[in-house]
């Protein structure tokens, strides 16, 4: 009676006991069936060794290779490696000009250049330094004599012979080699001409740079049949870029050829010869610009008086 009421107890959880002792069962074989190698160790050392004798690039767990020798039972050296930087190809060092202005080809409109001499540089020139020079730029006062004493705020261009026309010639060889590139328009006067600099900066402002432009007062040449005109230095003359650089290629065989007493005439029978251009008093733009005038006379509406002979 009491067997079949424990049989009727258990018949309920049978399943149960015997799912869970076959689990363990089936547990317990398979942890044996892993831990047993597919090949004996003997093969497994010297599948290693093999390849690692034959430089396959396979090694031992936690062996360190040291180098082609082969030593793997020595401690690992670290050595230091420099750091050698890259070479980078440096960029093509370009020359720049010292002010845009250069780089972009913009030059200055005006340069005056005053002719003086060691006698009168300290009176007239320094007269005419302080009429102009607040009035204009660039200021230039070109000599024959050399002197140490050169009066404070002047640029003196001394060249070392006190004979007129070698000044001049010096002057215009000078102003090729030096400004001819930064500026348009050239004026040249001698220390001893009035010139009213706000004028002469209106009169450039009207002109084209690239006209062949010689302007002054117009004087004939003495004793020559030869029809041409030269501008007076007296009144100061107006020279343009233009004019100068076709000029530039005859100023050495001009020097060669000298037959003028004067300055001015010297310089103006080189022109006149070399680049077939004469002396103009007067030049339309909208209306007549003077350059050289006499004091006394009275300047037309018309008319706009530059300069003047002292």
């Not at 540089?121 to 660039?138: E, F, P, Q």
């Not at 261009?157 to 026309?165: F, L, M, S, W, Y």
């Not at 003359?237 to 004019?243: D, M, P």
Request: overall charge positive; charged content about 20%.
């Amino acid at each position: 009676m009491r067997f079949n009421a424990f049989i009727g107890l258990f018949r309920p959880i049978g399943p149960i006991v015997i799912g869970i002792s076959l689990g363990f069962t089936l547990s317990l074989l398979s942890v044996n069936w892993v831990e047993e190698p597919c090949v004996p160790t003997a093969v497994v050392d010297e599948a290693i060794r093999f390849f690692h004798d034959g430089n396959l690039g396979a090694r031992r767990p936690n062996s360190i290779s040291t180098g082609s020798d082969g030593r793997e039972n020595e401690d690992f050296q670290p050595r230091i490696i420099p750091y050698v930087p890259k070479k980078i190809s440096q960029p093509r060092k370009v020359s720049r000009a010292k002010y845009i202005s250069t780089e972009l080809g913009i030059r200055e409109r005006l340069l005056v250049g005053v002719l003086t001499s060691k006698s009168s540089i300290n009176t007239l020139g320094v007269a005419v330094n302080r009429t102009i020079s607040h009035h204009l730029d660039s200021v230039l006062f070109f000599t024959g004599a050399r002197d140490r004493k050169v009066p404070h705020g002047m640029f003196v261009v001394a060249h070392g012979d006190e004979r007129h026309i070698w000044n001049m010639y010096q002057t215009i060889r000078y102003i090729l080699k030096h400004f001819v590139s930064d500026y348009d328009w050239f004026y040249l006067a001698q220390d001893d001409t009035y010139t009213q600099a706000e004028r002469l900066k209106a009169l450039v402002g009207h002109l084209s740079m690239d006209r062949l432009l010689y302007m002054g007062s117009p004087q004939e040449f003495a004793g020559e049949e030869r029809r041409g005109r030269y501008c007076y230095g007296g009144f100061g003359y107006l020279l343009s870029r233009a004019l100068l650089l076709q000029l530039q290629p005859f100023l050495e065989n001009c020097r060669n050829d000298i037959v003028s007493a004067r300055p001015d005439e010297w310089l103006g029978r080189c022109i006149v010869i070399h680049t077939n251009t004469q002396c103009v008093e007067q030049h339309e733009v909208g209306a007549y610009f003077n350059l050289a005038c006499v004091c006394e006379r009275a300047c037309t509406r018309l008319c706009v008086c530059v300069s003047c002979s002292m």
